[in-house]
Structures are given as C-alpha cells and as structure tokens.
C-alpha cells in the first residue's frame, strides 16, 4: 500500500513562501502523475497542481498560477510545492497524492488515485 508522508508547512505573512514536500512509498512512483490538493476550514477538498511522469507537463488550478511551482525528484521518490507570495486564501491543509483525469458531470477533473491520504501539512496565511 502507498504511504505518503507530507512536510513544510508552518504559518507564514501574507506574501511569503513555503516549500512543501511528500515522500511516498512504492517502487511505481515515478510513472505516477502526481499532485497536490488542499482542504481550507469548511471547504471541500480540492486539486492544486499535478506534474506528470518525468516532469514532462504540469498543471495548476488558475488562482495559484505564477505563484507555486511544482517538482518532482524520482530518485527520493519526492515530489514539493514551492509557495510563493501567499495569500491568506492559500490557508488550508495541503496533502499529495498520485493523480488520474476523471469525467465528472460532463467535466474533466484532476482527481486523487489514491484512497488513502497522508495526515497532510497545515498552511496557514496570516493578513
């Protein structure tokens, strides 16, 4: 079973950064696309930022483009999320997973492979 293992947050001003790490278990990992989704309080679960296999492409929900990057390192079977100019929206719980393209009512959406989540790494923005 695929463990995954999250790090790095901690609380930050609003435009400061943080760099997030996952390490996952299983010897797969590097032909997963894996990604990164975030809860806020009383929100639901959602998608951040995915890269492929091979860092050939990635992909980020549109309020943190030009602001996280992700990456991946294969031979640590790690992949980290690079937060810059945070905003007190970005506050939420930040898990990773590996990630699949689904069809849900009549749209594609990057969705968590993986039923098991990692405990999850706490960002918190402050104002």
């Known amino acids: 079973q695929v463990q995954l293992v999250e790090s790095g947050g901690g609380l930050v001003q609003a435009g400061g950064s943080l760099e997030l790490s996952c390490v996952a278990s299983?010897?797969?990992?590097?032909?997963?696309?894996m990604g990164w989704f975030r809860q806020a309080p009383g929100k639901e679960r959602e998608f951040v930022a995915s890269i492929t296999a091979s860092s050939s492409s990635t992909s980020y929900i549109d309020s943190v483009k030009g602001r996280f990057a992700i990456s991946r390192d294969d031979a640590k079977n790690t992949i980290h999320l690079q937060m810059n100019s945070l905003k007190p929206k970005d506050t939420a719980v930040y898990y990773c997973?590996?990630?699949?393209?689904?069809?849900?009512?009549?749209?594609?959406?990057?969705?968590?492979?993986?039923?098991?989540w990692g405990q999850g790494t706490q960002v918190t923005v402050s104002s």
């Open positions: 997973n590996a990630v699949v393209v689904k069809h849900v009512r009549g749209v594609w959406v990057q969705a968590p492979a993986i039923g098991a």
């Open positions: 299983g010897r797969a990992f590097s032909t997963y696309t």
